[in-house]
Structures are given as structure tokens and as C-alpha cells.
Nanobody, 123 residues
């Protein structure tokens, strides 16, 4: 079993910064892509940023130049540095990881989600 634990959300004024962290733990063989998604009230969950095991990154157009995703493979942790925050960034932010675990059948790949952390940006 694998758990993703997020931290770092909160309330910030427009123009401020927050840093989210997500640590994976459990029976992990390796972690492929890790990412951050968000869901605002009444809207669908959307991709914010993604980082592969090799360090390649991908961002939603709405956050390019303001958010930076990074990871520490030794700690199985992914980060999201959010700068120049806007009220429209308000949402619940979810961590996602594609994790390879070792089972009786060998290595299998699974998709895991964190519990979500609230980010609120006031105007």
C-alpha cells in the first residue's frame, strides 16, 4: 500500500506565495510521473503541473511562469512552488503519483492520489 501526504496549503493574499509538498510512502519500488491537480468549486479537476522521473516538466498555460514543480527522488517527494498567486488559483490541490510496487506477480504500476490541500487566495 502507498500513501501520499500533502502539506503546505493555506490562505494567502493575491500576489503572495505558497509551497506545497507531497511525500509518498509505503511499498514503493519506483515512482514514474508525479503531478499536481486542482479542483475549484463547481469545476472539473485539472492538471496544474507534471514532472517525470527524468525531470521533464509540463504546466497548465494558466500557471506557466508562476508555478514551479520539482521532486526529490531520494525522499519520494514532489513540490509545487506557487508565486504571484491569483484569486482564480483558489482550489483544492491534489498530489498524484504513478507508482511501481512489487507484488507477488512482479512489479505493477498504480495511480495514487493524496487527500487534497486547500489553497485560498484572497483579493
Amino acid at each position: 500500500q502507498v500513501q501520499l501526504v500533502e502539506s503546505g496549503g493555506g490562505l494567502v493574499q493575491a500576489g503572495g506565495s505558497l509551497r506545497l509538498s507531497c511525500a509518498a510512502s509505503g511499498s514503493i519500488f519506483s515512482i514514474n510521473a508525479m503531478g499536481w491537480y486542482r479542483q475549484a468549486p463547481g469545476k472539473q479537476r485539472e492538471l496544474v503541473a507534471l514532472i517525470t522521473s527524468g525531470g521533464s516538466t509540463n504546466y497548465a498555460d494558466s500557471v506557466k511562469g508562476r508555478f514551479t514543480i520539482s521532486r526529490d527522488n531520494a525522499k519520494n517527494t514532489v513540490y509545487l512552488q506557487m508565486n504571484s498567486l491569483k484569486p482564480e488559483d483558489t482550489a483544492v490541490y491534489y498530489c498524484n503519483a504513478i507508482v511501481v510496487v512489487t507484488t507477488e506477480r512482479g512489479n505493477d504500476e498504480y495511480d495514487y492520489w493524496g487527500q487534497g490541500t486547500q489553497v485560498t487566495v484572497s483579493s
